[in-house]
């Protein structure tokens, strides 16, 4: 099955610094998905972005997507303390990793 | 547009109960999958429903089954609960079936199995 899998799993920074996660998968997809979640609650989507782009941005997301390496990063720049969260990425049904734990500290 | 409802939030079952969990999914969307959420397993996928048949399935034993109802309320069963089974259960909703889209999620049930 598709699976999704973020790095790293815990990422600290102060506010106002960028953050970085990653994620890669294993198969063919159509498109992949990223996703916060906070402190134990339902996730929220955040952004798609499709096979057939490459890099894709959403007020302070920007996300690139690398289909020869599998691989897709979530950049979250000028990070908040309401950005502190779990992020998952996800190309399917199938395909929830553990997801990346971010904690912005003020 | 209200979002995906799960009820009830929190449950607190004893070993070998079992249990009824019921997620409402966004008006208009025919698709509801079912994820577990467990610490150090992440999320992982249960089933998929769509116009009230099975989809998908994910690597679950029996005890866990679902169905969907004609309005595409969704309800997951588990029987014979073991310890195991606490966890957040998250369902999401979406247009289509299949991953190829935006799942909306519900705020989870949180289920405790003493």
């Known amino acids: 099955s598709q699976q999704g899998e973020e790095d790293p799993q815990a990422l600290s920074i102060q506010e106002g610094e960028n953050a970085t996660m990653n994620c890669s998968y294993k198969?063919?997809?159509?498109?992949l998905q990223w996703y916060r979640q906070n402190s134990g609650r339902g996730l929220v989507h955040l952004i798609l972005?499709?096979?057939?782009?490459r890099e894709k941005h959403s007020g302070r997301l920007r996300v690139t997507l690398d289909t020869s390496k599998k691989s897709s990063s979530l950049l979250i720049t000028a990070s908040r303390a309401a950005d502190t969260a779990s992020y998952f990425c996800?190309?399917?049904?199938?395909?929830f990793g553990e997801g990346t734990q971010l904690t912005v500290n003020p | 547009k209200a979002g995906v409802t799960q009820t009830p939030r929190y449950l607190i079952k004893t070993r070998g109960q079992q249990v009824t969990l019921s997620c409402s999914p966004i008006?208009?969307?025919?698709?509801v999958s079912w994820y577990q959420q467990t610490p150090g397993q992440g999320l992982q996928f249960l089933f998929e429903?769509?116009?009230?048949?099975?989809?998908n399935k994910g690597n679950f034993p029996g005890r866990f089954s679902g169905r969907q109802f004609s309005n595409s309320r969704s309800e997951m069963n588990v029987s014979t609960l073991e310890l195991g089974d606490s966890a957040l259960y998250l369902c999401?909703?979406?247009?289509?079936?299949?991953?190829?889209?935006?799942?909306?999620f519900g705020p989870g049930t949180r289920l405790t199995v003493l």
């Open positions: 996800a190309t399917g049904r199938l395909t």
């Open positions: 972005i499709r096979s057939n782009e």
């Open positions: 999401a909703s979406s247009l289509v079936r299949g991953g190829t889209d935006t799942q909306y």
């Open positions: 008006s208009g969307h025919r698709s």
């Open positions: 198969t063919s997809i159509n498109n």
């Open positions: 429903y769509f116009s009230e048949t099975q989809r």
